[in-house]
Nanobody, 119 residues
Framework: QVQLVESGGGLVQPGGSLRLSCAAS????????MGWYRQAPGKQRELVAT???????NYADSVKGRFTISRDNAKNTVYLQMNSLKPEDTAVYYC?????????????WGQGTQVTVSS
């Protein structure tokens, strides 16, 4: 059984920063991709930033230059450093990973962590 556990959300003022963490645990053979999505009220879930094959990264245009994704492979953990936050960044942020658990390559989602940007 594989689990993704997120942490680091909260309330921050516009222009502030937050760092999200997502740790994968359980029966993990390999992680093909890992990253972050978000869903604001009344909107579809959208990609924020993700590692794809190798060390390639992909960012939403709306967060380029403000958000940075990084990872610690030894800990199966991915981070999202969010700077210069804007009210429109308010959303539930979800960790996503494609994990080979020795039997299947499956997609996993975390439970989500709320990020609220407001004065």
């Amino acid at each position: 059984q594989v689990q993704l556990v997120e942490s680091g959300g909260g309330l921050v003022q516009p222009g502030g920063s937050l760092r999200l963490s997502c740790a994968a645990s359980g029966s993990i053979f390999s992680i093909n991709a890992m990253g972050w999505y978000r869903q604001a009220p009344g909107k579809q879930r959208e990609l924020v930033a993700t590692f794809t094959s190798g060390d390639s990264t992909n960012y939403a245009d709306s967060v380029k230059g403000r958000f940075t994704i990084s990872r610690d492979n030894a800990k199966n953990t991915v981070y999202l450093q969010m700077n210069s936050l804007k009210p429109e960044d308010t959303a539930v942020y979800y960790c996503n990973a494609q994990i080979n658990d020795y039997n299947l390559l499956s997609v996993y989602w975390g439970q989500g962590t709320q990020v609220t940007v407001s004065s």
